[in-house]
């Protein structure tokens, strides 16, 4: 049975199928993150004057994999013109680059992750706050209670509102210090997981979300790589579409990080 439309356009959009249910596919997800985007908004316009942080996220890193993530929409678009061009092995090549770079992405905001449930905001009996990074292995009160002791490397604020704001130019002249708190002196000890402030639930939610549409778009792509490629010997140009199609949702999954670079990391 012949399936119209999967190499010709249509009559009615002018597109292909596939073409046509990518775009239909991509305009719910604008839908989903949208909403998202708009609950960020919301939360952060309720949020308590000075409560809101800013520079929990290293913008060093961020910028890494946004040029990462740019980097691979164009090995991505080449892979597609080199099949276009009828060049096989140049699709190969560019399109594991693709590959490649997305690993790399998903390991970099592993990084991120994995440092902010290493990091802790400990509440002290006397009123005052401890903040920074587990330096034994010690990773949560109950254990301190046992050893006796946690061991951070980060520095002691007066109030929590210091912790909010580490932008600003006093908090960029901190000196970090290696501290030892007992476990007597330990009220509460937090990580910076998505319970910890609204801030990091949007943070986890939106970023874990882009994260696995990475993945999935790392595993077509990787498919089309791969087994998938078997149809260039037999339908060269209904596999060139495939790889048009699958250009399209990484280029969108590409432009949510364009837009979550600047509102997480920088504003």
């Given at each position: 049975?012949?399936?119209?439309y999967?190499v ?27 909403a ?6 919301l ?50 090549f ?5 590959i ?72 960029r ?13 330990i ?33 077509v ?17 209904r ?5 048009e ?16 670079f ?6």
């Open positions: 049975m012949d399936f119209p999967i010709e356009p249509r009559r009615d959009t002018g597109l292909y199928n596939a073409k046509l249910g990518i775009w239909l596919f991509l305009a719910s997800e604008v839908m989903l993150f949208g998202l985007f708009s609950a960020y908004v939360l952060r316009v309720g949020a308590e004057p000075g409560m809101w942080p800013h520079g929990w996220l290293n913008v060093y890193i961020g910028t890494a994999n946004t040029i990462v993530l740019i980097t691979s929409s164009i090995t991505t678009v080449m892979a597609w013109v080199s099949c276009k061009l009828r060049q096989y092995r140049r699709f190969k560019f399109h594991a680059l693709t490649v770079l997305a690993m790399t992405f998903v390991c970099i905001k592993s990084y991120e992750y994995h440092d902010k449930f290493t990091h802790y905001e400990i509440t002290l009996a006397n009123g005052k706050f401890a903040d920074g990074h587990l330096v034994e292995r010690s990773k949560d009160f109950d254990l301190a209670k046992k050893t006796g002791r946690v061991t951070i490397h980060g520095h002691e604020v007066d109030h929590e509102v210091e912790l909010m704001d580490m932008q600003r130019p006093e908090a002249h901190i000196q970090r210090e290696e501290l030892t708190i007992p476990a007597t002196d009220k509460k000890m937090e990580r910076y997981g998505p319970w910890h402030h609204t801030y990091l639930a949007i943070y986890f939610t939106l970023t874990a979300l882009h994260a696995f549409h990475v993945i999935c778009g790392a595993l792509i990787g498919f089309l790589w791969g087994p998938g490629s078997r149809m260039w010997h037999t339908d060269p140009e596999f060139t579409n495939r790889i199609v699958s250009g399209l949702f990484w280029h969108f999954v590409d432009l949510i990080w364009i837009f979550l600047p509102v997480l990391y920088l504003l």
